[in-house]
């Protein structure tokens, strides 16, 4: 079935630098990228999204790219600060398809 | 309400006991979602529906039911809980015309059966 593998589980950087977190997936008809953050014991939250039309979307100091060919896309997230600490999920879908969520990423910002 | 919400916060449940999360949007939103997340298995979809009246199954449908009556709420029922049914439930709701959008998470309820 569909599958989709985020590295790595966990990571570790001092405030300032950047961190970017990676997810492959396996089923080539999938079309939609979203990105959600989740701070701890809150809800995920969406973050960015990308779509198969475009290879790059930045927002301000996070930016996504997308590389169909070889099926993954990564979150890239420049001059990080303590409040970027939160675990993040990667996700892909097909057109009106349901999400399929990685496990996760937890990510720790250090002052 | 603004968005979505979900009901109870938190529960302890004895096994064998019946269950119904709730979750309500306000968004009009066709499609909504219930998901179970687990330490270290990020968010697993248990059931969902694309609109009023529709239902489908998710990747762990076993052990849940849902009905989907109106556009705005759409319950979980667990018919006879087990401990393996102890996680964090989140409903999210989106609109899906054509393509898939935003999905907006509940606040979650975290369930623990003993």
């Known amino acids: 079935g569909e599958n989709v593998e985020q590295h790595p589980s966990t990571l570790s950087v001092q405030e300032g630098d950047s961190a970017v977190i990676k997810c492959t997936y396996s089923?080539?008809?999938?079309?939609?990228f979203p990105w959600y953050k989740q701070e701890l014991g809150k809800r995920p939250q969406l973050i960015i999204d990308?779509?198969?039309?475009?290879g790059e979307k930045k927002d301000q100091r996070i930016a996504v790219t997308l590389n169909k060919t070889a099926k993954h896309f990564s979150l890239h997230i420049t001059e990080t600060q303590p409040e970027d600490s939160a675990v993040y999920f990667c996700a892909t879908a097909r057109r009106q398809g349901n999400l399929i969520f990685g496990k996760g990423t937890k990510l720790s910002v250090k002052p | 309400i603004a968005g979505i919400t979900q009901a109870p916060t938190s529960q302890i449940l004895a096994a064998g006991r019946r269950m119904t999360l709730r979750c309500t949007q306000d968004m009009r939103h066709n499609a909504m979602y219930w998901y179970r997340q687990d330490l270290g298995l990020g968010l697993r979809l248990i059931h969902y529906?694309?609109?009023?009246?529709?239902?489908g199954k998710g990747e762990v449908p076993d052990g849940y039911s849902v009905s989907r009556a109106n556009t705005d709420d759409f319950p979980l029922t667990l018919a006879s809980a087990v401990p393996s049914q102890t996680s964090v439930y989140f409903c999210?709701?989106?609109?899906?015309?054509?393509?898939?959008?935003?999905?907006?998470f509940g606040p979650g309820t975290r369930l623990l059966v003993l």
């Open positions: 529906s694309n609109t009023a009246g529709t239902t």
């Open positions: 990308i779509r198969s039309n475009v």
């Open positions: 089923d080539s008809a999938s079309n939609y």
């Open positions: 999210a709701s989106s609109w899906v015309a054509g393509a898939q959008e935003t999905q907006y």
